[in-house]
Nanobody, 123 residues
Framework: QVQLVESGGGLVQAGGSLRLSCAAS????????MGWFRQAPGKERDFVAA????????YYADSVKGRFTISRDNAKKTLYLQMNSLKPEDTAVYYC????????????????WGQGTQVTVSS
């Protein structure tokens, strides 16, 4: 079992940057592919980025490609999301999620979720 705790959200102006972190508990972090999802008010939870167990491959939604970078440190059992050139449309609650084994990019395939962290981008 994995418990996930996100941090690093906040209020930032358009064009600014934030770095989200997701700390995982348990001893098997490196057996889970990881992902970031986001949910804006009144909208569905959308895929943002994903990374394989060994960090050998990464995947991004078209809307964030070139601006966001997902990474992980298996020794620290931590997942990151570096967000640059933020736009008001990036405003949402951001969730990290774990998927045992193979990476997934749809929310209904993820096994564990964090509680989320709010990101607000002002124009």
């Amino acid at each position: 079992q994995v418990q996930l705790v996100e941090s690093g959200g906040g209020l930032v102006q358009a064009g600014g940057s934030l770095r989200l972190s997701c700390a995982a508990s348990g001893r098997t972090f490196n057996t889970y592919a990881m992902g970031w999802f986001r949910q804006a008010p009144g909208k569905e939870r959308d895929f943002v980025a994903a990374i394989t167990r060994s960090a050998g491959n990464t995947y991004y939604a078209d809307s964030v490609k070139g601006r966001f970078t997902i990474s992980r440190d298996n020794a620290k059992k931590t997942l990151y999301l570096q967000m640059n050139s933020l736009k008001p449309e990036d405003t949402a609650v951001y969730y990290c999620a774990a998927k045992y084994g193979v990476v997934a990019t749809t929310h209904n395939r993820m096994d564990y979720w964090g509680q989320g962290t709010q990101v607000t981008v002002s124009s």
